[in-house]
């Protein structure tokens, strides 16, 4: 069964740290893997990776695929409080249309 | 470009009742798909409509559950008698082809009561 698999499931941490959230991925025909933040409404789109090794930027907040070990990290620097959300990893696959298959998120909460 | 469209925001129903949830893709987005979230769980995909046809509902419950997305107006998922267990958030997203970062709307918190 594929599945996607999120750590830590929380996090607190205070204004100003660096976190790093982690995403492991059990799928056959792996195409891409997408982050996604979740506030109290709709997930927002972040990045999508489908290439290993190539980092991908957006302010403080980066992440990297790595296809030999199946996994993703999505760091965030210099947090704020308005980084506090759920940060959800998805992958897509080839031959799925467009259906994505999500991780249980990491629960984020920065303090100030 | 107003976005992904649902409502309505909040749902509550009785058990046994049926529930409607609309979604009106964004400007352009031909494909639509329903995911539901239940609490303290990740999204789980449900079904992937495109104009008048069913895509794939491989994540549909097999019983009470049922989707479309006509030629005109926004896509509805329709849950009939509804049980506790249903209640959850519902939410809609569209693309277009070969992309893969879907658009979200703010989803549909149905409770049933």
């Known amino acids: 069964e594929d599945k996607v698999v999120q750590s830590p499931l929380s996090l607190v941490v205070h204004e100003g740290d660096t976190v790093t959230l982690n995403c492991s991925y059990e799928?056959?025909?792996?195409?891409?893997l997408l982050w996604y933040k979740q506030e109290k409404k709709a997930p927002t789109f972040l990045f999508m990776l489908?290439?290993?090794?190539i980092e991908k930027k957006s302010g403080r907040l980066s992440s990297i695929l790595d296809k030999k070990e199946l996994s993703s990290i999505l760091n965030i620097t210099a947090t704020q409080t308005g980084d506090s959300a759920i940060y959800l990893c998805?992958?897509?696959?080839?031959?799925?249309?467009?259906?994505?298959?999500f991780g249980g998120g990491t629960r984020l909460m920065v303090k100030p | 470009n107003a976005g992904v469209m649902q409502n309505p925001r909040h749902l509550v129903r009785r058990r046994g009742q049926e529930a409607r949830l609309r979604c009106s893709p964004m400007k352009g987005h031909s494909h639509v798909y329903w995911y539901r979230q239940l609490p303290e769980e990740g999204l789980k995909f449900m079904v992937y409509l495109q104009k008048e046809n069913i895509i794939d509902e491989s994540g549909m419950p097999k019983e009470r559950f049922s989707a479309e997305f006509p030629k005109e107006g926004p896509s509805i998922l329709r849950i009939q008698q509804v049980v506790r267990g249903d209640s959850a958030a519902y939410f809609c997203?569209?693309?277009?082809?070969?992309?893969?970062?879907?658009?979200f709307g703010s989803g549909t918190r149905l409770t049933v009561v």
């Open positions: 997203a569209s693309s277009t082809v070969g992309v893969g970062g879907y658009t």
């Open positions: 799928v056959t025909n792996f195409r891409s």
């Open positions: 489908t290439s290993s090794g």
């Open positions: 998805a992958v897509a696959q080839v031959e799925a249309g467009n259906m994505l298959t």
